[in-house]
């Protein structure tokens, strides 16, 4: 949020920034009208604070594929979480990762009200759900992958050169960015409400793309999703 001045502009004279975890130091406040949450779930702590901003927030935007759906962090849930710590911190381990729990996205502990997904999140996307949140108008996520927007955007199929590519299963509103700078989709925006994984999965196979590979790649930013 820190380098999209611009296009902060359009909400900046509606809202009052009362606290920000990263560069405060007072008290948090005991109200909210809307609290933006970043990251994804980590420790009893995390779940505590977010039960207590829940309570007092009108409205809670998630933003960034690590608090929409886990996103790195998740990657965890498929090994062993206490060792992955113990590599990490070693000796200190039960010091510095005290209270840690499986990573999980934000709406696995509380409701969320407006998702922003993406890694980086999209700016202007950001906006428009920001100014939807302070209007108490309904989040309205797109549902279909990103292949379309490729169309639109006359890219070629990342699979036609045996490139792996989620923009198959991913949820659009990115404007196909990284396929048209020609970088396959990694599913940051989380996989789509109406993708059809199993017609994915069999693509996949038809162009001899190794399925494995395909599998290994959803992971990354989709390890906790309920969609996959």
């Not at 380098?3 to 008290?27: C, F, K, P």
């Not at 200190?92 to 709406?107: E, F, H, K, L, N």
Request: net charge negative.
């Amino acid at each position: 949020m820190t380098n999209m001045e611009d296009h902060l502009l359009d909400v900046l004279g509606t809202i009052d920034l009362s606290y920000w975890q990263l560069a405060s130091s007072g008290r948090m406040p005991d109200e909210y009208d809307v609290a933006i949450v970043e990251g994804a779930v980590t420790t009893r702590d995390h779940v505590e604070l977010l039960r207590k901003v829940r309570a007092t927030a009108g409205g809670i935007i998630a933003i960034g594929a690590c608090a929409t759906g886990g996103g790195l962090p998740a990657l965890v849930t498929h090994g062993d979480l206490e060792g992955h710590a113990d590599r990490v911190y070693g000796e200190r381990s039960s010091d510095v990762a005290c209270g840690r729990i499986s990573p999980m996205p934000v709406s696995a502990v509380i409701q969320v009200d407006y998702h922003v997904p993406g890694c980086p999140i999209d700016p202007a996307e950001f906006v428009t759900v920001m100014q939807r949140a302070l209007r108490g108008m309904a989040n309205r996520p797109p549902r279909e992958p990103l292949c379309a927007a490729c169309k639109i955007a006359e890219n070629t199929c990342m699979y036609e050169a045996g490139i792996v590519c989620l923009g198959l299963v991913t949820r659009t509103g990115c404007g196909a960015k990284c396929v048209s700078l020609g970088r396959p989709c990694t599913g940051c925006r989380g996989v789509a409400k109406d993708a059809n994984m199993a017609a994915a999965r069999l693509i996949v196979a038809e162009h001899g793309v190794d399925p494995e590979a395909f599998e290994s790649v959803l992971d990354l930013y989709n390890s906790a999703s309920e969609d996959r």
